[in-house]
């Protein structure tokens, strides 16, 4: 969706990385200090002066050499490829705490009347390489205030990295919206017992739902109420984890899905059951037709159409992950080590983070001043680039040009070097 945005005209000598830096924790200083990323330095040991030339490197783009080249040009810092590496490989611990301090400046809002509404999700990143490592980013996302509220990193293959609400702390009031690879017994409990509700995606693998009196819950019969398009309906069920005793009440939502959209839901189902040289069975195929919701939200207070307005609110923290593989170009990782691969990734989450804060307030600060800015997400980074690059009075051709032609002075002087060594070799 495209928002329009004014900035409101000022005057005032504050420069565009100024601007940014208001973005930051207020104690983002203690805590760059406090770290061991500037031990043992003998040069450009200012806290500032490392976080811009970090963020060249994670923001903009450039390889480690081309950070190396283009502070120098900017007259940021001047520093070889290999002091930035080792400056890197020290900074997870510092990425890590600033993303934190992010966390707990994040502000509730009062319009869902006491409830706070946290979107789940997951998605793995991969080092390059045939063998490189995966990673998991388990991310929850705020609404209504639109922001990230916290998130873990794990690495894709072990015991207790899979997808799970239990990674979260549970607050009271606190409503979990997540899609069906977190629809377990666990899921549901853990929340409970933090005072919070969920509202997950059913899924018929992982859980079975049961009556009050403990026989198995005829949900063919529940969703023949729903014949047409649009229509939904809800009942009381129950579910249970691995002893009876371990048993929570809750609410089965559901609303028929149109002609087109069933059609796609089983095609894809005869799709994937051909790929496993399955048929799919009578009840996955009637599935195919609803979005069938378990919640645990009081009935009184969150009526069957609010809670499938709620789950439809989803789609913000797809936006997020979206923004990370593509804008931010957090997809693959360019590290081969696990302690680079890591800084790299605590430096890209808190990249979003300040996108994300930056987006919030783009009124306020100098880039946008006296300008009508049209938000696109694509060209909001590039500007920000340009800040970072210190080349806050281009736009956004005259940026990826001056960035074009330094990368091309460089590789130039790279090759002559290169060239030179071998002559003189020879």
């Not at 001047?78 to 490989?89: F, G, N, P, T, W």
Request: aromatic share 10%; charged share 25%; hydrophobic share 40%.
């Amino acid at each position: 969706m495209t928002k329009n945005y004014s900035a409101v005209s000022e005057t005032g000598d504050i420069s565009a990385w100024d601007d940014f830096l208001k973005c930051f924790p207020s104690n983002w200083l203690e805590i760059v200090s406090s770290s061991n990323v500037l031990k043992g330095q003998r040069k450009d040991k200012e806290p500032e002066t490392l976080m811009h030339v970090l963020m060249l490197h994670l923001l903009c783009g450039y390889s480690l050499r081309e950070t190396s080249a283009v502070a120098a040009a900017a007259g940021i810092a001047s520093l070889s490829d290999v002091a930035l590496l080792k400056r890197l490989r020290k900074s997870s611990t510092m990425f890590q705490a600033l993303c934190t301090e992010m966390f707990d400046q994040v502000s509730h809002n009062d319009d869902f009347a006491g409830f706070n509404i946290r979107l789940i999700d997951g998605t793995i990143i991969k080092e390059p390489g045939r063998f490189g490592t995966q990673w998991r980013i388990h991310y929850s996302f705020s609404l209504p205030n639109m922001l990230c509220d916290a998130f873990e990193l794990t690495q894709a293959k072990g015991k207790g990295t899979g997808e799970g609400i239990e990674k979260f702390v549970v607050k009271p009031n606190d409503i979990f919206v997540a899609d069906r690879g977190f629809c377990r017994f666990g899921c549901f409990d853990h929340v409970a017992k933090g005072g919070g509700y969920s509202c997950i995606r059913w899924n018929s693998r992982s859980l079975p739902l049961y009556n009050e009196d403990g026989s198995s819950f005829d949900l063919c019969d529940f969703l023949k109420l729903m014949p047409s398009a649009g229509m939904c309906a809800e009942s009381t069920v129950y579910i249970q984890g691995d002893t009876p005793e371990q048993r929570l009440k809750c609410r089965v939502c559901a609303i028929r899905k149109d002609d087109e959209a069933i059609e796609r839901a089983r095609r894809e189902v005869y799709k994937n059951a051909s790929r496993r040289g399955t048929t799919p069975t009578k009840l996955t195929l009637m599935t195919c037709d609803f979005i069938i919701l378990i919640t645990t939200l009081p009935a009184d207070v969150f009526s069957l159409t609010k809670v499938l307005k709620l789950y439809r609110a989803r789609w913000q923290v797809e936006l997020v992950f979206k923004r990370f593989k593509t804008i931010l170009r957090i997809g693959a990782i360019p590290k081969y080590s696990d302690s680079s691969a890591e800084a790299w990734i605590y430096g890209k989450m808190f990249i979003a983070l300040l996108v994300e804060r930056l987006s919030s307030r783009l009124g306020a600060f100098s880039p946008w001043r006296a300008v009508v800015y049209s938000f696109d997400s694509q060209k909001f980074v590039e500007r920000i680039q340009c800040i970072v690059s210190s080349y806050d009075s281009m736009d956004h051709a005259s940026y990826q040009t001056e960035g074009s032609r330094i990368k091309v002075e460089y590789d130039s002087t790279s090759r002559k070097t290169a060239k030179e060594k071998k002559d003189h070799a020879d």
